[in-house]
C-alpha cells in the first residue's frame, strides 16, 4: 500500500530507483569502454564488465550499444538547449553577459567530454545516432536564429546562417580543446572566442539584392 500510495504521489518506487540506479550504472560502465577502446571496438561484453552487471541486465535497458549514446545525445542536447535559450532570453549580447556563458559552456563540455567523444565515434557507424545528432543541431541553431533575427533585426535565413557559424565554430573549437586535448590558455581562448561572437553578431546586415550588388 505504502508503494502504490507513493506511485500516485508522482515519487519514484524502490524498484524504480533500483532500475534507475542499474541504468545510470550501465551508461557509466559504456562511457569508460567506450574511451577505453573506442565506440566501434567495444562490445556489450566490454560494456557489462565495467557496469559489474551481467549481459542479460544490458538488454533489460538496451537493445544495442547505440541505444546507450542516444539516450546520452539526447540527454545532452535538452542541457545545451537550456544553455543556448538562457543565452537567448535577455537583450543583445554585451561582453560582460557572454563572456559567462561561454566559461559555462567550456565546463560543460567538460563535464560531458565522454559523451560527446562517444557520440563523434557512434555518427560515423551509426545512421540513427547521425540523424538524431543533426536534429540536435538543428534545434540548438533555430534557437539562436530567433534571437540573432530579435537582437539585430537579420533577416531569417541570415540569422540561421550566423547561428550556424557560430554554434559550429564553438563545438569544433572545444572539441580539438575539451575532447581531443589541444592545450590553450583558458581565459584567452574564451576572451577571443567571445570578440568573435559579437563581431559575427554585430556586422551590419546585408539585404540579398544588396548582396548581389557587390
Same mark, same amino acid.
Given at each position: 500500500?505504502?508503494?502504490?500510495?507513493?506511485?500516485?504521489?508522482?515519487?519514484?518506487?524502490?524498484?524504480?530507483?533500483?532500475?534507475? $540506479?542499474?541504468?545510470?550504472?550501465?551508461?557509466?560502465?559504456? /562511457?569508460?569502454? %567506450?574511451?577505453?577502446?573506442?565506440? @566501434?571496438?567495444?562490445?556489450? =561484453?566490454?560494456?557489462?564488465?565495467?557496469?559489474?552487471? #551481467?549481459?542479460?541486465?544490458?538488454?533489460?535497458? %538496451?537493445?544495442?550499444?547505440?541505444?546507450?549514446?542516444?539516450?546520452?545525445?539526447?540527454?545532452?542536447?535538452?542541457?545545451? +538547449?537550456?544553455?543556448?535559450? =538562457?543565452?537567448? &532570453?535577455?537583450?543583445?549580447?554585451?561582453?560582460? +553577459?557572454?563572456?559567462?556563458?561561454?566559461?559555462?559552456?567550456?565546463?560543460?563540455?567538460? =563535464?560531458?567530454?565522454? &559523451?560527446?567523444?562517444?557520440?563523434?565515434?557512434?555518427?560515423?557507424?551509426?545512421?540513427?545516432?547521425?540523424?538524431?545528432? /543533426?536534429?540536435?543541431?538543428?534545434? &540548438?541553431? @533555430?534557437?539562436?536564429?530567433? &534571437?540573432? !533575427?530579435?537582437?539585430?533585426?537579420?533577416?531569417?535565413?541570415? @540569422?540561421?546562417? +550566423?547561428?550556424?557559424?557560430?554554434?559550429?565554430?564553438?563545438?569544433? %573549437? %572545444?572539441?580539438?580543446?575539451?575532447? #581531443?586535448?589541444? #592545450? $590553450? =590558455? +583558458?581565459?584567452?581562448?574564451?576572451?577571443?572566442?567571445?570578440?568573435?561572437?559579437?563581431?559575427?553578431?554585430?556586422?551590419?546586415?546585408? #539585404?540579398?539584392?544588396?548582396?548581389? !550588388?557587390?
Amino acid at each position: 500500500m505504502a508503494q502504490k500510495a507513493e506511485q500516485k504521489g508522482g515519487g519514484l518506487t524502490l524498484r524504480d530507483e533500483q532500475k534507475r $540506479f542499474t541504468r545510470d550504472r550501465l551508461i557509466a560502465g559504456a /562511457l569508460v569502454a %567506450f574511451e577505453r577502446k573506442g565506440y @566501434a571496438a567495444a562490445t556489450i =561484453d566490454d560494456i557489462v564488465a565495467e557496469a559489474n552487471a #551481467s549481459r542479460a541486465t544490458f538488454y533489460l535497458h %538496451f537493445k544495442r550499444k547505440a541505444d546507450v549514446v542516444l539516450v546520452l545525445a539526447k540527454a545532452r542536447s535538452r542541457d545545451w +538547449r537550456d544553455l543556448y535559450r =538562457d543565452l537567448a &532570453s535577455g537583450g543583445a549580447l554585451t561582453r560582460e +553577459r557572454l563572456y559567462p556563458w561561454l566559461d559555462a559552456m567550456v565546463a560543460n563540455y567538460e =563535464d560531458h567530454r565522454a &559523451s560527446v567523444q562517444a557520440t563523434n565515434q557512434a555518427i560515423a557507424v551509426e545512421p540513427d545516432v547521425a540523424e538524431v545528432n /543533426l536534429a540536435n543541431w538543428q534545434g &540548438s541553431i @533555430a534557437v539562436m536564429a530567433e &534571437s540573432i !533575427e530579435r537582437w539585430y533585426g537579420a533577416e531569417p535565413e541570415e @540569422a540561421r546562417v +550566423r547561428a550556424a557559424l557560430l554554434l559550429s565554430q564553438l563545438d569544433r %573549437f %572545444f572539441q580539438l580543446w575539451i575532447v #581531443s586535448g589541444l #592545450s $590553450f =590558455d +583558458r581565459e584567452r581562448a574564451i576572451g577571443e572566442l567571445t570578440d568573435q561572437w559579437l563581431a559575427v553578431l554585430r556586422r551590419r546586415n546585408k #539585404s540579398p539584392a544588396k548582396r548581389k !550588388e557587390h
